[in-house]
């Protein structure tokens, strides 16, 4: 089974990850841009690991045969920083242009103060200028409200709940997301937020129309095998192929290609592949040995 | 070729031909703001479709077409006006592809402090795609070493030296001959021991610039390699001996000669035999 990894952060993830998430089928990651588990105090850390999201990562995980995409954004817990937002605001439109930015994220509430709530509807109508789809986090504390009061303030500015994706959701906001047109986001972790026997129980009841699943691993007790463990109990529970392939592969796709920059038949080969043999005809080796090109890299 | 949007957009969309020809005359009029919005699309509107299959001069250079794409040449289209300042700043906020494509361009460009700036990054990225745009299959080291502030001979030999770090082969590097010393026959040799204690092995052409410049132990491993089993290998020492092409070291071509199994190095070692 072909995965679309919708929300994992590879950046605090080791190669060993890498190789076991393309064993289990992972054919690409998107990875929202998000904190770093401790304040940045200056826009120049989030340059470079914006750059890091653009360059280096994107570079690490094909290596791996994963294809790597990102989303851009001031999240939430830094936007309540004033040593930082506004400069990340005037840096954000230049990344938004980039070709394997698939979005605007993670964007949102987490504390649900005024500040959140100013800096996520500016990034939405930057979302809006760059004709991108938003990646929204919710909160994990008072959880409810907040989904609530991420969907008002969208309803507020008009955006198109096609083109919006709530993530971290469970039982309860699933109930809320169901009737919106949005895509509900579930990130499948070993301890907290959603487990994978809970989200079996999840697409017997409701399906997986707009639904996407997601280990959104990070530097915390995560997984990122999170997905293809779900597959497998979800295959355990009789659900069929189509629909599994359906949960993992055609609507996290189907959903960032409305950023004009994915499209699903570039994905039907790995990369790295195309960097051993050919792409699109033109020999990047040039004669020189494949089983030399691996050992070379270093 | 190069400066030729016709021919960079044979297989492209009319709208995204017509797309590149108001971005470059965009780039022209409004510079780095406008390129930065346009490069990122190229790979995607322009395609990556390879742009020839032999050496050509472009101004002063020397590239190697087969490892331009559609897109690198689109790129170098929107760069053709812009100053050292908007190249960095491009460099420093551009992504994988954009910088790829960049430094393909930059390595056309005439000589600056930019060119130096580049050299130098590549030299520090693990970045492999990268170190190649600039530095491979075109003549930039060559005509920059020692022609520009900041960039001397050391510094062309560390970027050489990356190249066999890498298991890129020197002729890569057009022109690389003349880059040939002692010390980068030193490095290189270094490398290569490390190397093969690891059970590992450096490009075989790596030999035949140490013999340019050759330092205690190239005459030996030239003649080691003229026993190697691979061909590739004896093909490598028999050019590095011609290189060094020392009387004393004849009598071991001689002996080679009549157990030599492929016609084609046996014809070379006849050739240096002068049998």
């Known amino acids: ?298 | 070729m190069l400066d030729s949007i016709p021919e960079l957009c044979l297989d492209v969309a009319p709208a995204d031909r017509a797309w590149l020809e108001e971005g470059a005359a965009r780039a022209a009029r409004e510079g780095s703001v406008a390129i930065a919005s346009l490069l990122p699309a190229l790979p995607r509107r322009i395609g990556r479709r390879a742009l020839g299959s032999d050496v050509a001069a472009v101004g002063s250079a020397r590239v190697d077409l087969r490892a331009w794409r559609a897109c690198d040449g689109a790129a170098r289209l929107l760069l053709r006006d812009a100053d050292d300042a908007a190249i960095l700043d491009l460099f420093k906020h551009g992504d994988m592809e954009e910088r790829t494509m960049l430094l393909r361009a930059a390595s056309t460009r005439p000589l600056s402090p930019a060119t130096v700036s580049l050299l130098g990054e590549v030299q520090r990225s693990n970045v492999q795609p990268h170190y190649e745009a600039l530095v491979c299959d075109n003549d930039l080291l060559a005509r920059a070493s020692g022609a520009v502030a900041g960039f001397g001979q050391a510094e062309a030999s560390r970027l050489v030296l990356k190249a066999a770090f890498l298991g890129l082969p020197m002729h890569r590097m057009l022109g690389v001959e003349r880059l040939a010393n002692p010390e980068l026959s030193r490095m290189l040799q270094d490398l290569a021991t490390e190397r093969e204690a690891a059970g590992r092995q450096v490009w075989p052409d790596t030999l035949a610039m140490m013999a340019r410049a050759p330092v205690p132990g190239t005459a030996a491993r030239a003649l080691g390699d003229l026993e190697h089993g691979a061909d590739d290998r004896r093909a490598a020492a028999i050019a590095a001996l011609a290189l060094l092409n020392r009387e004393d070291l004849m009598p071991f071509l001689r002996e080679r000669l009549p157990r030599e199994p492929k016609p084609q190095l046996r014809a070379a070692l006849k050739q240096q035999t002068g049998v």
């Open chain 1, 1 to 298: 089974m072909r995965i679309f990894e919708p929300h994992v952060h590879m950046f605090s993830r080791v190669t060993d990850d890498y190789e076991r998430m393309a064993e289990a089928g992972v054919r690409a990651v998107l990875e929202p841009a998000f904190w770093l588990g401790q304040a940045r105090t200056t826009v120049g850390t989030f340059v470079d690991y914006f750059d890091t999201l653009l360059g280096w990562e994107r570079h690490r995980s094909e290596q791996f045969g994963v294809w790597h995409f990102c989303t851009m954004g001031l999240n939430p817990r830094e936007a309540n920083d004033p040593r930082v937002n506004d400069a990340v605001m005037e840096v954000l439109p230049r990344y938004l242009e980039k070709d394997s930015v698939l979005g605007v994220g993670e964007i949102g509430l987490d504390d649900q103060t005024k500040t959140e709530e100013k800096y996520y509807a500016a990034q939405v109508e930057l979302a809006r200028k760059h004709d991108l789809p938003i990646l929204v986090h919710t909160p994990h504390r008072d959880k409810k409200r907040g989904f609530e009061r991420c969907i008002d303030i969208l309803k507020d500015l008009a955006f198109p709940m096609a083109r919006v994706l709530l993530d971290h959701g469970n039982e309860e906001t699933i109930k809320i997301t169901r009737d919106l047109g949005c895509v509900s986001g579930f990130s499948i972790y070993p301890h907290t937020k959603m487990d994978c026997e809970r989200m079996v129980k999840i697409v017997l009841e409701h399906g997986v129309e707009n639904m996407v699943i997601n280990s959104a691993a990070d530097w915390g007790v995560s997984d990122p095998l999170r997905v293809p463990k779900t597959v497998a109990l979800l295959r355990r529970a009789n659900v069929a192929e189509t629909t599994i392939e359906k949960l993992v592969w055609h609507n996290p796709i189907d959903f960032f290609a409305q950023s004009g920059r994915l499209k699903k038949s570039d994905l039907e080969h790995a990369p790295g592949k195309s960097v051993l043999e050919t792409f699109e005809g033109n020999s990047v080796l040039r004669g020189q040995d494949p089983a030399r090109f691996e050992t070379a890299r270093e």
